[in-house]
């Protein structure tokens, strides 16, 4: 026996401890599979926990990690280039000091970013917006990096802060690291442009006396060219050649029959249905674009909009634009000038046919003329450029709410405005489409909302009640199909327009 006597209260040797404990549980209840209660309710909603799981970077499943991990990256990196041919070109030491600055802090954004740090306040750079973002960040995100937020919330955060880049510069505040691009991509758009301007050159006079039947035939066709223009996203299509950009903006019939049977929630006869009531309407009939893409898609937008000034569906064409480059192509008020002038007085095209340019400046001139008239009105509310969905909107920018919520129909253009409107959450694809955009649906007041997007991001929604079993074989049959912009949706929410707006 060993020497070493335990007292009659000591421990036993740590060799002797047992390392674990094993209860046996056979007599208790069987473990019930509890799933968690989606979506959350209306209370338990904020900006770091949506009404579904949220999407975030580290979700290696999603395309929020592709994005985060190397698309941001990407884009910023394209745009120091941009900046810095800009620095290349300038001669003024006050100017080149002034953009050399910028740029340095496009590269601390850019560490930033590949490093994945904690998201820190917005610089107070005299935007009105500053209060907005740091309140966010200190009431959902302290501790919070780019890869843990929300997706969505953190992609904007990135776009804000590569804006204060330049927002704190003397010479630089309004420059726009994308604007090259955003030109370059509707100039290679040569074969699309021209087949619509060659369509609807001329006014068609006799489109107000139309048959209904001739009118939904232009609507639908119209409406799929509206849609698919949305292709042409520069945040995903940063190196596509000229030949693929061709291959998405066809515009031919055949093209849009075949097509249509991608559009996997289709509410376009829903759709024609309420446009159509606008004919019995007194004037004003007004239809709101909550605008995307720049470039061939703001083409293809105000091509809609003319059919529909011209067949007197609608008298009044609101359009809403960001303050400031966002997102890469999304249309700022220097797209919007830049299109009409550069189809009326540009050389985009020098291999075009004088036939062609006229076609283009004679379309353009009647733009212009629309906008003169007050037919066609261009706005851009701050709210368009913060991190909130438009599950907010009612809340945080009431003026906006009850803005809308006066228009006939809100047309909400493209991926990023879709994202926003469901709170980009993984909500089942079989949920109806106005649960899934909240209050923009359930609010008193609140318009009807039409979604025209083609599917380049994880949340779908909208699909019908076998949407989750469709979704589920896609999954299985075409990988990626969430993120290819073969597929899209045109969904509808009928709102309560006419209700009175109530804050309360």
């Not at 990256?73 to 100017?95: C, F, H, Q, W, Y």
């Not at 006396?209 to 509206?226: H, K």
Request: proline letters at 6%; aromatic letters at 10%.
């Amino acid at each position: 026996m060993s020497d070493t006597l335990l007292k009659p209260n000591a421990a036993p040797p740590m060799s002797q401890a047992p390392t674990r404990i094993a209860l046996h549980l056979g007599h208790l209840p069987d473990k019930t599979d509890i799933k968690a209660p989606w979506p959350r309710s209306p209370g338990a909603v904020n900006p770091n926990n949506p009404p579904w799981p949220a999407y975030r970077g580290y979700h290696e499943f999603s395309f929020a990690h592709a994005t985060m991990q190397s698309r941001l990256p990407t884009i910023l990196g394209k745009a120091i280039e941009d900046a810095v041919r800009t620095l290349n070109n300038e001669s003024d030491e006050e100017r080149v000091i002034d953009l050399s600055q910028s740029i340095q802090r496009m590269e601390e954004l850019m560490t930033d970013l590949s490093g994945n740090a904690k998201l820190r306040p917005i610089v107070d750079d005299g935007e009105a917006d500053v209060v907005t973002w740091n309140r966010e960040i200190t009431k959902y995100f302290i501790g919070k990096d780019f890869m843990s937020a929300p997706w969505l919330f953190a992609e904007a955060y990135k776009y804000r802060r590569l804006h204060e880049c330049f927002s704190v510069s003397k010479f630089w505040r309004g420059y726009d690291v994308f604007y090259r691009q955003k030109n370059d991509t509707f100039s290679r758009s040569h074969e699309a442009v021209f087949e619509l301007a060659m369509r609807f050159a001329e006014p068609s006079g006799k489109s107000a006396n139309e048959s209904v039947e001739s009118l939904r035939l232009m609507f639908m066709e119209l409406t799929q060219v509206c849609l698919w223009g949305n292709s042409t996203d520069l945040s995903l299509l940063i190196n596509m050649t000229e030949d693929q950009i061709r291959s998405l903006q066809s515009t031919g019939g055949d093209d849009l029959a075949a097509t249509e049977q991608n559009i996997l929630g289709n509410h376009m006869e829903r759709l024609w249905d309420t446009v159509k009531s606008l004919r019995s309407k007194q004037a004003p009939r007004r239809i709101d674009f909550v605008l995307d893409n720049a470039g061939f898609e703001l083409y293809c937008d105000c091509v809609y909009a003319d059919f529909l000034i011209q067949s007197g569906l609608a008298t009044e064409i609101r359009f809403h634009g960001k303050r400031y480059p966002w997102f890469v192509s999304d249309v700022t008020k220097k797209d919007w000038d830049w299109l009409p002038n550069n189809m009326v007085y540009g050389n985009l095209f020098p291999n075009a046919s004088e036939v062609e340019l006229e076609a283009l400046r004679r379309l353009g001139r009647r733009w212009k003329q629309y906008e003169q008239e007050g037919k066609w009105i261009y706005e851009q509310h701050p709210f368009w450029c913060t991190g909130h969905t438009y599950w907010d909107l009612h809340s945080e920018a009431p003026d906006l709410f009850l803005h809308l919520s006066k228009s006939d129909l809100v047309i909400f253009k493209g991926d990023l405005n879709h994202r926003k409107l469901t709170y980009d959450c993984a909500a089942p694809a079989s949920t109806p489409f106005d649960i899934a955009i909240g209050p923009m649906a359930s609010a008193a007041g609140a318009p009807k909302v039409a979604s025209l997007r083609t599917i380049k991001s994880d949340v779908v929604v909208g699909l019908g009640s076998n949407g989750d079993a469709l979704a589920k074989r896609l999954d299985e049959e075409e990988p990626g199909w969430k993120i290819s912009g073969k597929y899209a949706v045109v969904l509808l929410s009928d709102g309560r327009p006419g209700e009175p707006v109530n804050f309360d």
